[in-house]
């Protein structure tokens, strides 16, 4: 029976992240959906099988505001919203210049050059490591790009429903929750609000 970590979990706590205690630093997938506080449901968007919980070589970077797991990715690039614990440095204890993130977004193929979904990041900004909002905007730009370079482009048949069209999938339906290292790249959990499941 497959396990779960509850989003509820996924909150900043005394701990905090990259602690053996912390719920994020499990070996555990994702939950396939979740509630928010006005009982919108988000689900889940699916993750190849080589990204398994077994593959995750360090802990994850969790985002959330006021309080509660995650943010609206339309509310990050607007600057309306601001992390929890915005000024932690994510990166720092890793000693990296750079990092590796790809978006992985299922029902477009990946392309050898140039991906749009791939990211090289450093992880030095302005002198300093880069902080979680920092990450969070880094992370949401990339997704806004990725929209902008996709859309229109064929999808592989059953993923239709996560095609970035005006019928499937909006920007403003997609909720960034946590980032997670497998071997050596990055990749966000998205959960997208599904119109026809929200309550």
């Known amino acids: 029976m497959a396990q779960f970590v509850n989003p509820q979990q996924l909150m900043h706590n005394p701990s905090g992240p990259d602690t053996a205690t912390h719920p994020s ?3 555990t ?3 396939p959906y979740f509630l928010l506080p006005d009982g919108k449901r988000l689900v889940r ?43 932690d440095r ?29 990211l090289r990041l450093p992880a030095i900004v302005d002198g300093a490591p880069i902080t979680r909002n920092q990450l969070a905007g880094e992370i ?26 005006p019928n499937a999938t909006h920007v403003s339906d997609i909720w960034l929750l946590s980032l997670h290292h497998y071997r050596n790249v990055w990749i966000p959990e998205f959960y997208v609000r599904d119109r026809a499941l929200s309550i």
């Open 140 to 165: 949401c730009s990339l997704l806004w790009m990725y929209k902008n370079k996709v859309s229109g482009r064929p999808v592989t048949r059953g993923f239709e429903r996560w095609a970035f069209s």
């Open 25 to 27: 630093s499990l070996h």
């Open 90 to 118: 994510v990166f720092e204890h890793h000693g990296w210049r750079t990092t590796n993130i790809a978006l992985e977004w299922p029902g477009y193929d990946p392309r050898p050059v140039n991906d749009p979904g791939h």
């Open 45 to 87: 968007l699916p993750r190849a099988m080589l990204f398994t919980p077994a593959q995750k070589s360090t802990s994850a970077i969790t985002f959330s505001a006021s309080g509660f797991p995650g943010v609206r990715v339309k509310d990050v690039l607007r600057a309306t919203v601001l992390v929890d614990e915005p000024s």
């Open 29 to 31: 997938d994702m939950p």
